[in-house]
């Protein structure tokens, strides 16, 4: 039940927070950018709606595998953890049990998400070229030596889709270039899933009315939206990191690994810089959760429902 109920969720939480994502990702790599909105506004100016939503296929189709693995890890761990400590599944667990819980599915969806996340950034971070043609108003002193080609094009964007972004990436990197960033990605999830779902499961308890086993869905919506936000209050330093060492394969390379990666971009743009996203991480998880949350207890009730 909590494989299926945590992929729908997953793609829910998908659709809602999609081209923020795509937004956080430009702000992280692109220091051009003077904030969200010089962002939004230059993206939708260079590329219309349609740039918000480069690399959302591979996502929406990785997701749901993704997310089931994360809720699925989380409540197998927590029942395992409940059944060695008080001798039952269905014990009440204790804080650390569930941070624990939440730190082995941040682990495990590492592995899962790496390759992903790199086509993710890689397309979001390419610019689409266009065509440039010579202005007819532009006068010309004298005809050209030798005839000119009608345009003068510049090549298209490196990456046709996710899945031509992943095998070029194999190709031209090998497999490590599909896990770049993965270290970063690790110190990210972990600690970050941590945060997740025991703040969660603390805003639950809090919400839950007196008599009630659970809170109601505007408790639930809370809940959600609050432990997405304190998720990714932890994990936004790291997050800035891994999204610049994915990122780093298109032209000349220039952060060896993690801790050069973080130095430079530190030495750089100073500390500030690990925090950049942070408010757009924020306003994005809050509602993306609330969703991923409520339709994750949804369809777990619905289970439960069907199967009594």
């Known amino acids: 039940m909590d494989f299926v109920a945590g992929a729908i969720g997953g793609v829910c939480g998908v659709a809602v927070g999609y081209p923020l994502d795509t937004v956080k990702v430009k702000i992280q790599t692109e220091p051009k950018y003077r904030g969200i909105w010089h962002c939004v506004w230059d993206t939708y100016h260079q590329e219309r709606v349609r740039g918000f939503y480069r690399g959302l296929s591979l996502p929406v189709c990785t997701v749901s595998l993704v997310s089931s693995v994360s809720f699925g890890t989380y409540?197998?761990?927590?029942?395992?953890?409940?059944?060695?400590?008080?001798?039952?599944?269905?014990?009440?667990?204790?804080?650390?049990?569930?941070?624990?819980?939440?730190?082995?599915?941040?682990?495990?969806?590492?592995?899962?998400?790496?390759?992903?996340?790199?086509?993710?950034?890689?397309?979001?971070?390419?610019?689409?070229?266009?065509?440039?043609?010579?202005?007819?108003?532009?006068p010309s002193a004298a005809p050209p030596m030798c005839p000119a080609p009608p345009a003068c094009s510049v090549p298209g964007p490196k990456y046709r889709g996710p899945l031509h972004c992943l095998a070029t990436v194999a190709r031209e990197e090998g497999l490590r270039g599909l896990y770049k960033g993965s270290s970063a990605l690790l110190f990210r999830d972990g600690h970050s899933f941590a945060t997740y779902f025991l703040s969660y499961a603390i805003?639950?308890?809090?919400?839950?009315?007196?008599?009630?086993?659970?809170?109601?869905?505007?408790?639930?919506?809370?809940?959600?939206?609050?432990?997405?936000?304190?998720?990714?209050?932890?994990?936004t330093p790291m997050d800035v990191i891994k999204s610049r060492l994915q990122a780093d394969g298109q032209g000349q390379r220039r952060y060896r690994g993690l801790l050069h990666c973080v130095v430079t971009s530190v030495r750089e743009e100073g500390p500030r810089v690990l925090f950049k996203g942070l408010t757009l991480n924020c306003c994005r998880a809050?509602?993306?959760?609330?969703?991923?949350?409520?339709?994750?207890?949804?369809?777990?009730?619905?289970?439960?429902?069907?199967?009594?």
């Not at 939440?102 to 790199?118: I, K, W, Y």
């Not at 639950?204 to 109601?216: N, R």
């Open 203 to 235: 805003l639950c308890e809090q919400l839950t009315p007196t008599g009630h086993s659970q809170p109601d869905v505007l408790g639930v919506l809370v809940a959600g939206g609050c432990a997405g936000v304190l998720a990714w209050t932890v994990a």
């Open 286 to 308: 809050f509602p993306v959760n609330m969703v991923v949350f409520v339709a994750y207890e949804a369809v777990l009730r619905l289970i439960r429902g069907l199967s009594t």
């Open 75 to 138: 409540h197998h761990c927590l029942a395992h953890i409940c059944r060695f400590r008080y001798g039952s599944p269905e014990a009440k667990p204790a804080k650390p049990d569930i941070t624990l819980s939440g730190f082995a599915s941040g682990l495990v969806r590492v592995f899962l998400t790496s390759p992903t996340e790199v086509a993710k950034v890689r397309l979001q971070t390419q610019t689409q070229t266009q065509q440039r043609r010579p202005s007819a108003s532009w």
